[in-house]
């Protein structure tokens, strides 16, 4: 892999978080136009989760606590793993964002430092690195500590709240946002490079969830 071609991957993933911000910015000008309809313009589906049917997210334990019938010691555990990850996630993400900056304005001189770049970069992998590894740590560590019927009602609830197959015939049909048994956009929480990883329990409950 040559170094102009990891340089280039690094001014993707700036622009990525860039241009977000820079549109949000921009002043209203004229009237807007009106928003197609839901038949007129639909958005693909996202791509099929590898870990969704093996993974239960935070958040999911949290909604149906009470459906599992999770034992005291249970909850104790999972409300300490949630507020350990939460704490390494939020200092991460600090971490992440100034490398993010810092990267940023490396490469919007006119001429960037090959080297100061490429070196920002490894930091800016290697911080969502450790973010998605802190996800899937949490994520492993919850579904070790339920029973098997508690995984077997989980994945049955999953089932239930799968969104119904459409045809594309007409509005309303074909697969919508992420639903309550799944998770929505991108496995256990984990973070999408350039995307902004999400935090332990999909900002649904924190980690006082576990009641």
């Known amino acids: ?95 992440l964002q100034d490398q993010m900056e810092a990267l940023h304005e490396t490469v919007k001189t006119n001429s960037i430092n090959e080297q100061l770049a490429l070196s920002q970069l490894a930091k800016v992998l290697e911080s969502e690195s450790e973010i998605k590894r802190l996800h899937m740590e949490l994520a492993i560590r919850l579904k070790n500590k339920l029973t098997v019927d508690q995984q077997m009602k989980l994945q049955t609830i999953r089932q239930n709240n799968k969104p119904p197959r459409g045809d594309g015939m007409g509005p309303g049909r074909g697969p919508g946002p992420g639903r309550p048994g799944g998770p929505p956009g991108g496995g256990p929480g984990l973070g999408v490079p350039g995307q902004g990883p999400r935090p332990p329990g999909g900002g649904q409950g924190g980690p006082g969830g576990l009641r």
């Open 1 to 95: 892999m040559s170094q102009r071609w990891i340089l280039r991957v690094a001014v993707m993933i700036v622009f990525a978080c860039a241009v977000p911000v820079a549109t949000a910015q921009q002043p209203a000008e004229g009237p807007q136009q009106p928003q197609p309809r839901g038949g007129d313009r639909q958005k693909p589906p996202p791509p099929p989760d590898p870990l969704g049917d093996s993974i239960f997210p935070p958040d999911m334990i949290m909604q149906h606590q009470r459906e599992l019938a999770l034992t005291e010691d249970q909850k104790i555990f999972m409300r300490g793993e949630i507020q350990r990850t939460t704490t390494r996630f939020n200092a991460l993400q600090w971490q």
